[in-house]
């Protein structure tokens, strides 16, 4: 198992930017597909975004398309979510999430999630 704390999240102007980062620690990181997930006051988790184990291969919610970037580096053990032109509708508690098993592609579903981190805070005000 892979355990993930997250960190960067915050109060951001409409428009404005912030960057996710989620540390990972734990056996073989760099086998594990990455991704963020988010739950807003009210509504149910959503997929937001997935990068692969050798980041070869991105996917995203069509809400956050063109706005937000997934990366990750396996030399530190961490993955990132950079958020660009942020919306209120944004607004969200953000969690860091890996796969249950390496070299799987998690579904947007996120029943093939292993490992969750605590979460981060994004406002986004208007």
């Known amino acids: 198992q892979v355990q993930l704390v997250e960190s960067g999240g915050g109060l951001v102007q409409a428009g404005g930017s912030l960057r996710l980062s989620c540390a990972a620690s734990?056996?073989?990181?760099?086998?594990?597909?990455m991704g963020w997930f988010r739950q807003a006051p009210g509504k149910q988790r959503e997929f937001v975004a997935r990068?692969?184990?050798?980041?070869?291969?991105?996917y995203y919610a069509d809400s956050v398309k063109g706005r937000f970037t997934i990366s990750r580096d396996n030399a530190k053990n961490t993955a990132a979510l950079q958020m660009n032109s942020l919306k209120p509708e944004d607004t969200a508690v953000y969690y860091c999430?890996?796969?249950?098993?390496?070299?799987?592609?998690?579904?947007?579903?996120?029943?093939?999630?292993?490992?969750w981190g605590q979460g981060t805070q994004v406002t986004v005000s208007s």
């Open positions: 999430a890996a796969a249950r098993r390496t070299y799987y592609l998690f579904g947007v579903s996120g029943a093939d999630v292993g490992s």
């Open positions: 734990g056996r073989a990181f760099s086998n594990y597909a």
């Open positions: 990068i692969s184990w050798s980041a070869d291969s991105t």
